[in-house]
């Protein structure tokens, strides 16, 4: 067929989670609720942290920057795909769909990165106390946070301008709730292998490269931890490294699940139920993880509430 045939695509059309009208205004209220936790969640971390002068440190200046994150990428997200719910039509144009998956990209790829220097951190405050200080002073913290933004948007960029290059003639359903990299090549009528291998070689590097970096750094915190002689450092290593860890686990496995792994032939709705939980609930369950059972944020949760009621009696 001649290029001055070919009808090339406006629009996108996602499938969504369901059809049920009932359903999509169930799910509509439940993604809402969620979206507003989430935002109010991550913002209370950053407002902590920044009130707080016993948070300033390296460990919770990653944590905002984490929850910045969060806070971007559900934004990017669950805002569309809650319009779509509402109105029953999933329509998207060409322009916003490249948007949202250029922002998505970005910022995942910026969460995979920031988790490293998460872990590197933790690395060595546990296993080298008397350089810590030293070793992450505030310039190095700037350095690495701003690598992981740079880094996000970097692959990003590689990526969807790549896309861009190609034509999508039709079809142009998504069978999705929002514009991932991997479906929306798959609508391309062009051969995409060469592209898909390429990009399948730049997933590996910023998922399974950082990852082997966290696991590693872990595997070294382990081993320094179980040789500590006083039970309390033990615990308090072991309570801040387990935060950590279950944030890791779920963000990277459920996004290599996606990018790493064939398309299902025999369910060709697995992709989109797994992304629910890396665009829908891990963001919410961040800051639930990392405050849960930290006692340097209960502490500043309690010193901010009295403040509060000081200045109402005064």
């Given amino acids: 067929m001649g290029t001055e045939n070919l009808t090339f695509v406006t629009e996108f059309i996602f499938v969504g989670l369901t059809n049920d009208r009932k359903t999509q205004f169930l799910l509509f209220l439940i993604i809402l609720i969620i979206y507003l936790l989430t935002i109010s969640g991550n913002l209370v971390i950053i407002l902590l942290v920044w009130a707080d002068s016993s948070l300033h440190t390296p460990m919770y200046f990653f944590l905002t920057h984490l929850s910045c994150l969060e806070i971007c990428y559900v934004t990017s997200t669950l805002p569309q795909m809650m319009a779509n719910l509402l109105a029953g039509n999933g329509a998207i144009s060409f322009t916003h769909c490249i948007v949202q998956m250029y922002i998505a990209m970005a910022l995942g790829g910026a969460e995979c990165l920031l988790l490293v220097a998460m872990a590197y951190d933790r690395y060595l405050a546990i296993c080298h106390p008397l350089q810590y200080a030293v070793s992450m002073g505030r310039w190095r913290q700037l350095q690495l946070a701003s690598a992981s933004w740079a880094g996000g948007f970097l692959v990003a960029t590689i990526n969807v301008s790549s896309t861009l290059r190609l034509p999508f003639c039709g079809p142009n359903r998504v069978n999705h ?22 990009m399948f070689g730049v997933s590996v590097l910023i998922f399974l490269l950082p990852i082997s970096v966290v696991l590693t750094s872990y595997g070294l915190i382990l081993y320094s931890v179980l040789k500590m002689r006083s039970t309390a450092r033990q615990r308090k290593a072991f309570s801040t490294c387990t935060s950590h860890l279950v944030v890791v686990t779920m963000f990277y496995g459920s996004a290599i699940s996606v990018y790493l792994k064939p398309q299902s032939v025999t369910d060709p709705d697995r992709d989109k139920h797994i992304a629910v939980f890396y665009v829908v609930v891990t963001p919410l369950l961040n800051p639930i993880i990392y405050t849960l059972r930290n006692k340097d944020v209960h502490g500043a949760v309690s010193k901010m509430l009295r403040r509060q009621r000081f200045q109402r009696k005064g």
């Fill in 177 to 198: 709730f929002c514009c991932e990299l991997p479906l929306v090549l798959k609508l391309s009528c062009t051969d995409t292998s060469i592209l898909e291998t390429t």
